[in-house]
């Protein structure tokens, strides 16, 4: 199959995931389910899920069933729902918008409206015109049967249902908020375990006051055979690394003081929301990298992200392994080759369930390999 074929299946799929999340957070018929609480009496009795996993499960189903890349296709959530009676009923897209929404329509115990209103957005078609760039990879295809995909359909679910508009800082971060919310979706290799293509959809990176709406921001990348191509076109500079005052890391708030202490030695550290919108900020350039000390993402968070790094001239390796760069810095490209996660196995065999999947031993993000450099030399100094 055409790589390009690939590339802009993915980013049709991204886009009408991103759809979706916008939607429901204008229609006021979904909008009230995602954000009613449901606890005690008030919990929907017939479902065990609230309409939050919900949506998740849309999306997450809804690119299932658009892509036909691979056999392959992971994602976060079980497209179960389960009632108080043991009844179960899987969410899938179904032949057509009727049979989706009488469906749905079970699953949101009878709401008609709802279940139309999700059906129309999941059946419509979405193209999206890619960056004319994308004709350097013409020549290069890919057996379908060699690929696997990881899929997080919203990532940041808490903040997607909170709904606050977060405010950037100088470097035009953004601690929490809407902006903090993404739709991530990476191939990789079954033979190497390696992301080979990613797309980021960011639903609601910019709001327009005078539309009162939400638009959206996507990045792809592709690294195949030699060939480094991604829609990111921000370039890390000598500046960037040489000026403390630009110089910046992004992390969870929930980072180790300890740690923290040793980056901020030679970098500014900012907190934000959502693993894949902290991974936005270093390729996008806002940041020079993520680091996170703890086994606190996945697979799902990680291979699309990981894929435009690797495509702009960055990668991802695991936090736990950086000392094995040491005395590496001459020939660190090649030997951080063998460090960058994986995504056809798992990192602990004795895991279960969602475990199963994280990226354990904790990860680092960069943005180059200056970069890296820099962050080996402040947690070399407190180790």
Known sequence: MKVTDIVQALINVSEKGANIARIIRS?????????????????NQ?????????????????????????????????????NALGESIVVEILSSKEATSQMLSVVLDNNTEAAELLADVVHKKVHVDVDPDIKELDSLEISVDNVGVWIDPIDSTAQYIDGSV???????????????????????????????????????????????????NMSWGVCLNGKKIASVKSEPTSDNIGNNKSKCLVTSSSESQEVQEGLSKHFTIHHSAGAGYKFLCVFDGKAEGYVLSKSSTYKWDACG????????????????????????????????????????????????????????????????????????????EYH
């Open 305 to 380: 992200p990981h894929a435009i790094l690797l495509a702009s001239g960055g990668g991802l390796i695991y936090y736990n392994r950086l000392k094995e760069l040491l005395g590496h810095e001459n020939d660190l490209t090649d030997k951080c080759l063998k460090l960058q996660v994986r995504y056809d196995q798992s990192d602990s065999s004795s895991s279960s369930g969602a475990e199963k999947w994280c990226n354990k031993g904790g990860i680092i993000a960069y943005r180059s390999n200056k970069a890296l450099i820099e962050i080996l030399k402040c947690l070399q």
């Open 46 to 82: 017939r479902f065990v899920q609230d309409f939050k996993t919900l949506a998740d499960v849309l999306v997450q189903e809804m690119v299932r069933h658009d892509l036909s890349i691979s056999d392959s296709i992971y994602g976060e959530e079980s497209n179960k729902f389960t």
């Open 166 to 216: 977060g405010e950037c800082n100088g470097q035009g971060i953004v601690s929490e908020g809407l902006q903090c919310v993404t739709v991530l979706i990476g191939v990789y290799s079954k033979t190497t375990g390696i992301p080979l293509i990613g797309v980021t959809n960011q639903p609601f990176a910019t709001y327009d006051s005078d539309s009162q709406s939400w638009h959206g």
């Open 27 to 43: 229609e006021s018929t979904l909008l009230d389910l995602l954000v009613q609480e449901k606890t005690g009496n008030q919990k």
